[in-house]
């Protein structure tokens, strides 16, 4: 089997994650994280969707974990992010950390909108 390095240039991937916490570029942010290609910030969790309509026009598709385990979100989230022209997929936060890491180093327009483990 070859393995490949991943490169991500100038790009922002989620370097690890734990109980409460995501490690992004190397520093550590507590809680919920909204992270792009361009930086990681704290985020309110579901019920912050301004942060994410923000987003439209710079990102595709946000992945948004739901924690350790996947869950639904809030319908009025959903439809106000579609609405708005931005895909959404759900996952757990381990998943969509993994999914985007793997779309940001090919060069995509995504987001990770991911709740602590």
Request: a negative charge.
């Amino acid at each position: 089997m070859q393995l490949t390095e991943v490169i991500f240039e100038e790009a922002t991937p989620i370097d690890g994650y734990g109980p409460g916490f995501f490690r992004v570029g190397g520093s550590v942010l507590k809680g919920a994280a909204l992270v792009t290609e361009t930086g990681a910030r704290s985020w309110g969790g579901l019920d912050d969707a301004q942060p994410l309509l923000d987003l439209v026009g710079d990102v595709d598709v946000v992945f948004i974990g739901t924690g350790a385990e996947i869950a639904h979100i809030p319908a009025d989230l959903r439809s106000a992010l579609e609405q708005a022209g931005m895909g959404v997929e759900t996952m757990s936060s381990p998943a969509a950390c993994r999914t985007y890491n793997v779309l940001l180093s090919e060069g995509r327009r995504v987001a990770a909108a991911v709740l602590p483990v």
